[in-house]
């Protein structure tokens, strides 16, 4: 948790300015940790669309892990990961469970 008080602290002293380049989206792993790196790291591009969804695509990605060596690197299910994160978009992690584990 220490590295998410210092990423929060970088963020909050970057300028939040956007390009107004509408051909971006931000990839992430469907780990927690990263998708709770990527949402704090790029949180000045969550505006809404009014309907819950971002203006700017947060996705999830199966192929973006780091590592599979521990136990830290299992994924929870796709099914509870939703719930906590629904700005993002897991349509391309297929399973469920992590099959990198089963």
């Known amino acids: 948790r220490q590295g998410l008080h210092h990423l929060v602290n970088v963020v909050a002293q970057e300028p939040k300015t956007r390009t ?11 780990l927690t940790r990263c998708v709770e790196t990527a949402l704090l790291s790029f949180n000045f ?31 929870r299910p796709i099914s509870e990961i939703i719930q906590d994160f629904p700005q993002v978009d897991f349509s391309n992690c297929r399973h469920d469970e992590d099959v990198l584990w089963t």
């Not at 107004?20 to 469907?30: E, K, L, Y």
């Open 20 to 30: 107004g380049n509408d051909d971006i989206c931000v990839v992430t792993s469907p």
């Open 45 to 75: 591009l969550l505006e809404t669309t009014g309907r819950g969804s971002t203006t700017i695509p947060f996705v999830a990605h199966e192929a973006l892990r780091e590592t599979v060596n521990y136990s830290c690197d299992r994924r």
